[in-house]
């Protein structure tokens, strides 16, 4: 069971705070604001700017618009508002950048964990990295020394897509020696990546995220829903990664195997080692 932050009505930011044990996150949304109802797949959602307009940290108004910026859910501290903040859509990407706007994301454990402090990030930044989003503009620019993205995967814009919680660069020796992208030297991770990190635009908590050249990006069949493709690339990716077929130890004639905790990793393991591995 994770909670939907859903960016076609606005962005939620409460639903999974329960889950950890907290009543709610209100208190984290800016004072004086009012809550809306929104609707997403026939669930409840409550979003923090059903009316299209709040107030910043340093006392300005923003009008909802689209095309010219963006608006993300930052996180300055424990205990703290988010702010929402309107944050610059690039004029011109790079080669092999992609312009995603957010249809939904997921909210991980490791969100709660940083909210609740439990985890240390460095702030502020837009938190999420679970997520599914349209294609809205494929970068283009082949002057920016970057290298390209990968020719095979055919993306366009207009794509429904998700993508991998990490960007690495492909060229040194983690990535290119011992293929482990996820240990780049040069490593970058949606949702704890501060806001002056490049364009700001490093979360899914927001309505658009900027993909970077070395992300791995997954276009969506359309009999899948989005609800159902959000935490793919980080819990089921981490279940995947986990129960490899060739990687994983001899089990026992039974075909069993003992799985402990009942979250979406557990629920994910469970129906990977009985379709995936074949186990009882």
Same mark, same amino acid.
């Given at each position: 069971?994770?909670?939907r932050?859903?960016?076609r009505?606005g962005?939620t930011? +409460?639903a999974?705070?329960?889950?950890a044990?907290?009543k709610?996150?209100?208190h984290l949304?800016?004072?004086g604001?009012?809550?809306?109802?929104?609707?997403?797949? #026939?669930?409840s959602?409550?979003s923090?700017?059903?009316?299209?307009?709040?107030?910043?940290?340093?006392g300005?108004s923003?009008?909802?618009? $689209?095309?010219a910026?963006a608006?993300?859910a930052?996180f300055?501290?424990?205990?703290?508002?988010f702010?929402?903040?309107e944050?610059?859509?690039p004029d011109?990407l790079?080669?092999?950048?992609?312009l995603?706007?957010?249809?939904?994301?997921t909210?991980?454990?490791s969100?709660?964990?940083?909210?609740?402090?439990?985890?240390?990030?460095p702030?502020?930044?837009?938190?999420? $990295?679970?997520?599914?989003?349209?294609?809205?503009?494929?970068?283009?620019?082949i002057?920016?020394?970057?290298?390209?993205?990968h020719?095979?995967?055919?993306?366009?814009?207009?794509?429904?897509?998700?993508?991998?919680?990490a960007?690495?660069?492909?060229?040194?020796?983690?990535?290119?020696?011992h293929k482990?992208?996820?240990?780049?030297?040069? +490593?970058m991770?949606?949702g $704890?990546?501060r806001?002056?990190?490049?364009?700001?635009?490093n979360?899914?908590y927001?309505?658009?995220?900027?993909?970077?050249r070395g992300? $791995?990006?997954?276009?969506?069949p359309?009999?899948l829903?989005?609800?159902?493709?959000a935490?793919?690339n980080?819990?089921?990716?981490t279940?995947?990664?986990?129960?490899?077929?060739g990687? +994983?130890?001899r089990? #026992?004639?039974?075909?069993?195997?003992?799985?402990?905790?009942?979250g979406?990793?557990g629920?994910?393991a469970?129906?990977?080692?009985?379709?995936?591995v074949g186990?009882?």
């Open positions: 069971l994770k909670s932050f859903n960016c009505t962005l930011i +409460l999974t705070a329960q889950l044990g907290m709610s996150l209100r949304l800016p004072s604001r009012v809550l809306g109802r929104g609707r997403c797949h #026939g669930e959602l409550l923090p700017f059903a009316a299209c307009t709040a107030s910043s940290r340093s300005r923003w009008q909802c618009r $689209h095309g910026t608006v993300a930052v300055h501290g424990v205990g703290q508002p702010e929402l903040m944050i610059p859509l011109k790079n080669e092999g950048e992609l995603v706007r957010m249809e939904l994301a909210i991980c454990g969100d709660l964990h940083t909210v609740s402090g439990m985890r240390q990030e702030m502020p930044l837009v938190l999420g $990295h679970e997520g599914v989003g349209i294609i809205e503009r494929i970068g283009s620019d002057f920016s020394g970057n290298r390209p993205r020719s095979g995967w055919k993306l366009q814009e207009g794509d429904r897509v998700t993508f991998s919680v960007d690495s660069c492909g060229t040194c020796p983690e990535c290119a020696l482990l992208p996820q240990k780049c030297v040069f +490593l991770k949606y $704890h990546a806001v002056s990190d490049g364009s700001g635009l979360g899914t927001a309505t658009h995220i900027l993909l970077r992300t $791995h990006v997954v276009k969506l359309q009999k829903s989005s609800r159902v493709c935490p793919a980080c819990a089921l990716a279940v995947v990664n986990c129960l490899d077929l990687r +994983l130890p089990y #026992g004639s039974n075909k069993s195997a003992v799985v402990q905790g009942a979406l990793l629920i994910y469970v129906a990977w080692l009985k379709k995936r186990m009882d």
